[in-house]
């Protein structure tokens, strides 16, 4: 159809985008180009404190603590029960940084794999606790291994010197080494006490102790070089003061001590002496923060300050821009919100509900069907045409449904017609073989007679197929409950090789007389095709067993099976019901097992068999049994 003239939605989106595109556009890529890298450093710079820096540094001081403690666990000084205390402290210091690391993104590739590595260095921590407090470990061991946790943790440190301002990142990547140094320190504080518990200096302490040292000192002077004076005054003077003069002695006399030599006198009071120095360098490390911090936010507050600025301005453009196209945009997304009810009502109710009343009906042709066109109260001329589209899509769908249905229904006649016919046939045919069978008396026309017959009764199940297929119910029925055993035997009994079919004892139960032909004709299908695919020389079982919820009836083979996929695929359209597909003529009693099961609310599964072929599995409701069978009659 001609499409209905109207302002078209392109000149509308046109007016409503042009004014606001052009003048944020240009504010804000001065505005972005000017402070937005700042910007977007200084938030990231916030996160990543809150995120990352303060609970790493929490980790840091737990795991420093922990260290020693258990270093002086491991020497006899500590009782297990403060080491446990600790640990407790250090694991609420580790579950708060894991879980704020997680929330934390858009990490840059290095700060990524700093982050992935100590994960895998935090996972050593267990071991090194049971190492701990198990056997008689090396204290040097104990230390080294709590050393590379807090090594991992200062390289994360080192990758999130990310302060804009050059100065302050000197400034602060010097703060960074002095903690760093001051990690050294406790590796210190915990190699006297492991020298003190042992009375000695070995080899190996002495070689670690050393490298200790010479990075410390190494440390400090880089970072006091770096650092301006304000933030190097109180590290001048702690240097210069007795407790530093002190463990620097203490440290020269530990690096020079004889293994073989013992401790001097003096050495009672080291423990004394690196404590002192320990408070004094907290207190300075914690003044040092602190004055990058106060640096760090005059910094901040210029930044966002420029940030201000270019947002007050691009703020004048975006209202003016909004006045404009507010006026446009109510309507428009009036419009386009009716059109889309309008379209979700068609699609998701109107077609969908019609396509199930047509499956619905089987048993008689279908109607013709009234179609209700779409109304939407509409001004532009694209959502008008969009509309009409619909409605014709609308119309196509339906006819189409409806013709299809009727295509449906005219097969399914065509098959009702037929079946009905040869069952007519079929069952005159089988009254006269069974007045013949009575009269004969040669043994060998007699068992020609039995084979007839026998054909005769496959012939009239694949006829009662076409008539289940085609959603009625076949003519033979029973009024009263007939046994689970004469079900059993008749179903085998429509089979061509009855003979390899063993059936076994069933337990004394009846089957509910409306439900006898549906379960014989289902057992029938499942039997035929366990037939059909094992060899000829082998068995098929059938075996029934009682459940809480009924009767179970198992069909099991010996042939080659089924790939694992393809028995889930059967067992889908099984559990579904699926509509008969002319296209799947070759799964005709598939299709006829799921509406014989559906239809008396039977559970029918496929699984592998013990012997390599499959094993039917037929679930038979409580309500389609009875305790004790009468006699059959029909």
């Known amino acids: 159809m001609p499409p209905q003239r109207g302002r078209p939605i392109a000149l509308k989106l046109l007016i409503l985008l042009f004014v606001p595109l052009i003048s944020l556009v ?13 910007g977007l450093r200084l938030l990231e710079i916030n996160k990543l404190v809150t995120n990352l820096s303060d609970p790493a540094e929490q980790v840091v001081v737990q795991l420093q603590q922990e260290r020693h403690l258990s270093v002086q666990h491991v020497s006899g000084e500590r009782q297990s029960a403060q080491v446990a205390k600790q640990r407790g402290l250090t694991d609420r210091a580790l579950t708060r940084f894991h879980r ?27 071991d090194i606790r049971r190492i701990t407090s198990g056997g008689a470990p090396r204290a040097l061991d104990v230390i080294i291994g709590y050393n590379r946790i807090v090594d991992a943790l200062y390289r994360l440190h080192d990758a999130m010197v990310l302060v804009p301002d050059t100065s302050l990142y000197r400034q602060a990547h010097a703060v960074t080494m002095l903690g760093e140094a001051k990690e050294l320190l406790a590796r210190e504080r915990a190699m006297v006490v492991v020298v003190l518990a042992a009375g000695k200096v070995g080899d190996a302490e002495r070689e670690a102790f050393t490298g ?14 770096q650092l301006d004076p304000g933030l190097r005054l109180p590290y001048q003077s702690l240097t210069q003061g007795p407790a530093y003069r002190e463990f620097l002695e203490l440290e020269d006399l530990l690096r020079g001590q004889a293994t073989v030599n013992g401790l001097p006198a003096g050495a009672a009071t080291w423990p004394t002496d690196a404590d002192n120095l ?52 109510r309507r428009l997304v009036r419009e386009l919100a009716a059109l889309r009810a309008a379209a979700a009502e068609l699609a998701e109710v109107r077609l969908r509900g019609l396509v199930q ?59 009702v017609n037929l079946a009905r016919r040869n069952q007519s046939l079929l069952h005159r045919q089988l009254l006269q073989l069974d007045g013949m069978e009575r009269g004969a008396e040669d043994p060998e026309a007699l068992a020609d007679l039995f084979k007839l017959d026998h054909l005769t009764t496959r012939m009239r199940r694949h006829a009662e197929s076409l008539i289940i297929l085609s959603g009625q119910a076949p003519g033979r029925g029973w009024r009263n409950p007939v046994p689970i055993l004469d079900v059993l035997r008749a179903a085998v009994a429509e089979v061509e090789e009855y003979q390899r079919v063993e ?15 549906d379960v014989a004709h289902l057992v029938a299908e499942l039997v035929e095709n366990a037939t059909l695919f094992s060899p000829p020389q082998t068995r098929v079982d059938l075996r029934s067993t009682t459940t809480p919820h009924g009767l179970t009836i198992e069909i099991e083979d010996r042939g080659l ?18 509509e008969f597909d002319l296209a799947q003529s070759d799964r005709l009693g598939l299709f006829v097992v799921a509406r014989l099961a559906a239809r008396h609310d039977i559970r029918v599964r496929l699984g592998p068999s013990p012997y390599g072929g499959l094993t039917a599995l037929v679930a038979l ?14």
């Open 561 to 578: 099976g089924l790939p694992r996929a393809e028995i889930d695929e059967l067992n889908a359209r099984l559990e579904e019901t699926p």
């Open 212 to 225: 200790m040292v010479a990075t410390r000192r190494l440390l400090y002077t880089q970072a006091l070089a």
């Open 278 to 329: 320990w408070a004094a360098v907290e207190r300075n490390q914690t003044f040092a923060v602190q004055g990058i911090v106060a640096r760090v936010n005059p910094a901040a507050n210029a930044i966002l300050l420029k940030i201000g600025i270019a947002g007050g301005v691009g703020l004048l453009a975006v209202i003016a821009s909004i006045a404009l196209s507010l006026r446009f945009r």
């Open 100 to 126: 704020l690391a997680a929330e934390q993104r858009d990490l840059s590739p290095e700060m990524d794999t700093q982050l992935r590595g100590l994960n895998t260095a935090l996972e050593q921590l267990p």
């Open 26 to 38: 240009g504010l804000w890529a001065f505005a972005a180009g000017l402070t937005g890298g700042d």
């Open 503 to 517: 059936i076994l004892q069933p337990p004394p139960l009846a089957l509910s007389g409306a439900a006898v032909t």
């Open 621 to 634: 409701p409580s309500g389609l049994l009875h305790e004790h069978a009468p006699l059959v009659s029909r």
């Open 357 to 415: 009343r047509l499956k619905a009906t089987t048993t008689q042709a279908p109607e013709p069907v009234q179609v209700i066109p779409l109304e939407v109260a509409a001004n532009t001329s694209e959502v008008r045409d969009i509309m009409q589209a619909f409605n014709s899509v609308q119309s196509t769908a339906v006819e189409a449904a409806v013709g299809q249905a009727r295509l449906r229904h005219g097969v399914n006649q065509v098959f």
